[in-house]
Structure formats: structure tokens, C-alpha cells
């Protein structure tokens, strides 16, 4: 047991950005998973912790802390000495632009429609919702055409050093690289797809993501 506690599923990919900020800065953490579809974020229990039942959440010196850009920001902070922000003023600006583009207008079509639909879908027996799937497709390559376009690093979003930009935007590549639609939604966005080539082989990718 440790001191630090992050509770959610290890399937969320907001968990799994608050996994990679946390084992990047070499930090021992115990995980509770805390189940989505099941009820688990609805108990009592773990509303008193989080009042919107939403993953992840963190406990941390007798603190709890939830929504994921405070627990990555608190963590790059705290334990990798600010590592994972860029020094310059412009790219740690384009790096929260980036994860607020994430948050804002790629997480929906990109996990819960195009994920949902084509990887959880038929593993519970449901039909693929196939107008869903084709309205998601534009917003998605929307954001990541924004996203390309603020991408002025190498081999990483921002530089030749991780930030918390690559953080956010992996776990959700992981899925989408799954789906039917992968080859069309990056199709006009070459350096992401070869950031993907890159990070998708780290260590701390494949311990977190894999």
C-alpha cells in the first residue's frame, strides 16, 4: 500500500492520462478501480470523494483531488518537478490549448461514439449505431487537424521531450487505431500519425495503455 490513490477503471482514458502523468514522474500509487458501467461511481461512498461520480480521483497526502487536469497538474508539479510542461510560455500555452481541444471537442466522437460503437458495441452483442459512427467522423477530424497544426514538435506534440499534451492524447489514440475508421480520420494529418508510431512503442505506453 501506498500513500496515493487513484480511483477509477484502467479503461477510461482520462484514468489512463492521470496513470501516464503519475508512473512518468516514477510515482508508486495503488489504483481502485472504480467501474463506470457498473454503478461503482454512484455509491455513496465514492460521491462523497467525487460529487460527479466521475473518474479519476485522486487521494494524496489526506487530500482528494478529482478532475483530470488538476491531478495532472498537481502531480507534474509535485513529483516531476514540472517536467512534463514546457519551459517556453507559447508552447506550454499550446500544450493546454492542445488538452482543452482533447477535452473539449475530440473526447466525445472520438471515445464515446466511435470507440463505443465499433470496439464495445459488438462485444456486448449490440448493433453499430453505423449514422453515429459516420457523424463522428468529421468532428473528430477536426480536432485533430487543429491538433496537427499546433504540433510542432518531434518526435513528441510539442518537443523532443513528453508533455502533458502527449499524455492526453494517447489513451484515446490507443482506441481509436482499433477502429475501421483510423486510416480516414488521420488521413490528413501525417505528423500525429507518426507520432503515434513513435510514442505507441514507449515503455510507459505500452505498461499503462497495453
Not at 51 to 77: M, Q, R, S, W
Request: glycine content about 6%; some cysteine; hydrophobic content about 40%.
Amino acid at each position: 500500500m501506498t500513500d496515493i490513490t487513484l480511483y477509477g477503471t484502467p479503461i477510461s482514458t482520462y484514468v489512463r492520462t492521470a496513470q501516464l502523468v503519475l508512473s512518468g514522474a516514477e510515482v508508486e500509487y495503488d489504483i481502485k478501480d472504480i467501474g463506470i458501467f457498473n454503478g461503482d461511481n454512484q455509491t455513496d461512498s465514492y460521491l462523497k470523494k467525487n460529487p460527479f461520480g466521475k473518474i479519476p480521483t485522486l487521494e494524496i497526502e489526506g487530500e482528494t483531488l478529482y478532475e483530470t487536469d488538476a491531478i495532472t497538474y498537481l502531480v507534474n508539479e509535485k513529483y516531476a518537478q514540472g517536467k512534463f510542461a514546457p519551459d517556453d510560455l507559447w508552447l506550454r500555452s499550446r500544450m493546454h490549448q492542445i488538452i482543452s481541444i482533447v477535452n473539449s471537442y475530440l473526447y466525445v466522437p472520438a471515445v464515446g461514439v466511435l470507440t463505443i460503437e465499433n470496439l464495445v458495441k459488438p462485444g456486448q452483442g449490440e448493433e453499430i449505431d453505423q449514422a453515429a459512427v459516420e457523424g463522428a467522423i468529421a468532428p473528430v477530424k477536426t480536432a485533430l487537424e487543429a491538433i496537427e497544426k499546433l504540433a510542432a514538435g518531434d518526435p513528441y506534440l510539442l518537443s523532443s521531450e513528453l508533455s502533458l499534451a502527449d499524455f492526453y492524447l494517447i489513451p484515446i489514440f490507443f482506441y481509436v487505431a482499433k477502429t475501421p475508421q483510423f486510416d480516414q480520420i488521420t488521413a490528413s494529418t501525417p505528423k500525429l500519425k507518426n507520432w503515434w508510431e513513435k510514442v505507441r512503442s514507449l515503455d510507459l505506453v505500452k505498461k499503462i495503455c497495453s
